[in-house]
């Protein structure tokens, strides 16, 4: 019987967990090693500690209502993409409102994370942490490991000849990136165009002296701004476009999304991406394509090599007098406070149940919250995960049979050559966010019935198929039930519009 749960990070997926717990009757306790919540998202000036945290200028890509946590709405008056400030205060926000803070251990370190010597019955953790040099032993009846998979800057530096024999310039990883003013007047480039180089080619390029960014997958780049100013994700994360990608053929589908793509801008044109693309990424980025169309951000291949003061590409050009390199090459992750008996179970989150339980644990004890990369918002993909966890330990919901959780693993990880996985590549941890959800919430008994809505409220139902997929749907019917998730579904829009009303025009038909 799970009584006592630790809880590894106090990120948005340990205040989740924390939650989650408390909500089950269980008695949780948060191991944090710095002195505050908010994990990647409470900025930081110094980079000493080696925590991982955003840089000085990072908002939001997703947005205030498809991110926040399934019963607390974003309040009415924040805009709708958040700075980091606003974000961690909502996270103060909602740890005061559920009183989370009192169970929350803050610069303690999970040193180790061992089964117990009765693990195959009892299903008990031996939880060793250290406090300013303090070690305490701890025994605990579950474990939600919540530390995210941000946690250890990639540097590829393998991949870079010269990088560290012959290039005489500086080269850091964008970890260490906090703002502008040490680039100011030098020549910069950029490795890798994922959301973080986008971000930092733009504002590098109105202090630098020239930004090259480096890019070696077809990308393409949306706006957070969609059909009528109202956030992208709101308008195209429906449960209805949902459909019609699982209804119509994937060719189809693929073209049509390649179609609404370039309305905006073409993308083989700025050397970005080609509609013959197979392999994509999709960044969010509204300044990118102004800073190519103006010259300020120059695109540039792969980099094949670099010379003591020269980056050489893989399509034979040059460009010399390079001061910085400054690599956006993203994370890896690992979970060193585990014992290698169970790290050794799972080499990414697709060999997790779920993406969540080690299938072959004898007692399912261990959950692993907040290792995908969704689509949409990873805070609601977590808080998702924490609420079936929590009702798992609190035996209400059930996991199935060893055998069928490994085949169903199996079933959704295709055998690869052990040589070929790249545990920093997020491309492993990439899932549609829709498919996700609801695939958790059928199994935490949670997931809105949409034929049983358009009987008995037809206008809540659709609501939930045609509108926005925010989280308040998980939030109508089963455990954790909350008497505000129709109100907040119906008045989603005005949230959203209220902290643009600072100053109301009158429209008028045809307008002049």
């Known amino acids: 019987m799970v009584r006592r749960v630790a809880v590894i990070g106090a990120g948005v997926g340990g205040l989740a967990s924390i939650k989650c717990c408390l909500d089950e009757g269980l008695e949780p306790t948060c191991f944090e090693r710095s002195e505050d919540i908010g994990g990647v998202w409470r900025?930081?000036?110094?980079?000493?500690?080696?925590?991982?945290s955003v840089y000085r200028s990072v908002i939001t890509n997703t947005s205030k209502e498809m991110s926040c946590?399934?019963?607390?709405?974003?309040?009415?008056?924040?805009?709708?993409?958040?700075?980091?400030?606003?974000?961690?205060?909502?996270?103060?926000?909602?740890?005061?409102?559920?009183?989370?803070?009192?169970?929350?251990?803050?610069?303690?370190?999970?040193?180790?994370?061992?089964?117990?010597?009765?693990?195959?019955t009892s299903g008990q953790w031996e939880v060793v942490t250290d406090s300013s040099g303090v070690q305490e032993s701890h025994v605990f009846d579950a474990v939600m490991v919540c530390t995210g998979h941000y946690q250890e800057p990639y540097?590829?530096?393998?991949?870079?000849?010269?990088?560290?024999?012959?290039?005489?310039?500086?080269?850091?990883?964008?970890?260490?990136?906090?703002?502008?003013?040490?680039?100011?007047?030098?020549?910069?480039?950029?490795?890798?165009?994922?959301?973080?180089g986008g971000d930092l080619s733009v504002e590098l390029?109105?202090?630098?002296?020239?930004?090259?960014?480096?890019?070696?997958?077809?990308?393409?780049?949306?706006?957070?701004?969609?059909?009528?100013?109202?956030?992208?994700?709101?308008?195209?994360t429906t449960r209805f476009k949902h459909f019609l990608d699982w209804l119509l053929p994937s060719a189809l589908m693929k073209r049509i999304k390649f179609w609404k793509f370039n309305s905006w801008f073409n993308h083989a044109n700025y050397g970005l991406a080609s509609t013959k693309s197979s392999n994509f990424k999709i960044i969010v980025n509204e300044e990118l394509p102004f800073c190519l169309l103006?010259?300020?951000?120059?695109?540039?291949?792969?980099?094949?090599?670099?010379?003591?003061?020269?980056?050489v590409f893989e399509d034979g050009t040059t460009e010399e007098n390079i001061d910085v390199v400054l690599f956006?090459?993203?994370?890896?992750?690992?979970?060193?406070?585990?014992?290698?008996?169970?790290?050794?179970?799972?080499?990414?989150?697709?060999?997790?149940?779920?993406?969540?339980?080690?299938?072959?644990?004898?007692?399912p004890t261990l959950a692993i919250i907040g290792l995908v990369q969704l689509t949409g918002s990873v805070m609601?993909?977590?808080?998702?995960?924490?609420?079936?966890?929590?009702?798992?330990?609190?035996?209400?919901?059930?996991?199935?049979?060893?055998?069928?959780?490994?085949?169903?693993?199996?079933?959704?990880?295709?055998?690869?050559?052990?040589?070929?996985?790249?545990?920093?590549?997020?491309e492993n941890l990439k899932i549609s966010f829709i498919s996700y959800t609801d695939e958790i919430a059928s199994c935490a008994g949670i997931k809105p019935s949409i034929p049983?809505?358009?009987?008995?409220?037809?206008?809540?139902?659709?609501?939930?198929?045609?509108?926005?997929?925010?989280?308040?749907?998980?939030?109508?019917?089963?455990?954790?039930?909350?008497?505000?998730?129709?109100?907040?579904?119906?008045?989603?829009?005005?949230?959203?519009?209220?902290?643009?009303?600072?100053?109301?025009?009158?429209?008028?038909?045809?307008?002049?």
């Open 380 to 426: 609601v993909g977590a808080e998702m995960q924490a609420r079936w966890v929590a009702g798992i330990f609190a035996g209400w919901n059930k996991l199935p049979p060893t055998s069928r959780m490994m085949a169903d693993v199996l079933k959704k990880k295709p055998p690869v050559k052990r040589c070929m996985l790249l545990l920093h590549s997020r």
């Open 43 to 52: 900025y930081t000036d110094s980079t000493d500690s080696g925590r991982v």
């Open 205 to 236: 390029s109105r202090v630098a002296a020239k930004v090259f960014l480096s890019a070696r997958s077809s990308t393409w780049v949306l706006s957070r701004v969609s059909n009528h100013g109202f956030p992208f994700d709101m308008v195209n």
């Open 69 to 120: 946590f399934s019963d607390f709405p974003c309040p009415e008056d924040f805009p709708s993409y958040l700075p980091h400030s606003l974000l961690l205060e909502y996270f103060r926000m909602y740890a005061r409102h559920f009183d989370l803070l009192q169970h929350i251990r803050f610069k303690t370190t999970a040193l180790s994370v061992k089964k117990r010597p009765d693990f195959s």
């Open 155 to 196: 540097l590829p530096l393998a991949s870079f000849p010269g990088i560290n024999t012959r290039f005489k310039g500086q080269y850091l990883h964008s970890q260490e990136y906090k703002d502008v003013e040490a680039f100011r007047g030098k020549r910069v480039l950029v490795v890798g165009i994922g959301n973080t």
């Open 452 to 512: 049983r809505l358009l009987l008995t409220d037809p206008r809540l139902a659709l609501a939930i198929f045609f509108g926005p997929c925010t989280p308040y749907q998980y939030r109508l019917v089963g455990r954790g039930k909350w008497s505000g998730a129709r109100n907040a579904i119906l008045t989603q829009w005005q949230r959203t519009l209220k902290p643009l009303r600072t100053r109301v025009v009158e429209d008028s038909p045809g307008g002049s």
């Open 328 to 363: 956006a090459t993203g994370y890896s992750f690992s979970f060193p406070f585990l014992e290698e008996s169970v790290r050794s179970l799972f080499d990414d989150n697709r060999s997790l149940y779920k993406r969540i339980f080690p299938p072959q644990l004898e007692k």
């Open 294 to 311: 103006s010259g300020t951000v120059v695109l540039k291949p792969k980099v094949k090599e670099f010379t003591e003061s020269s980056a």
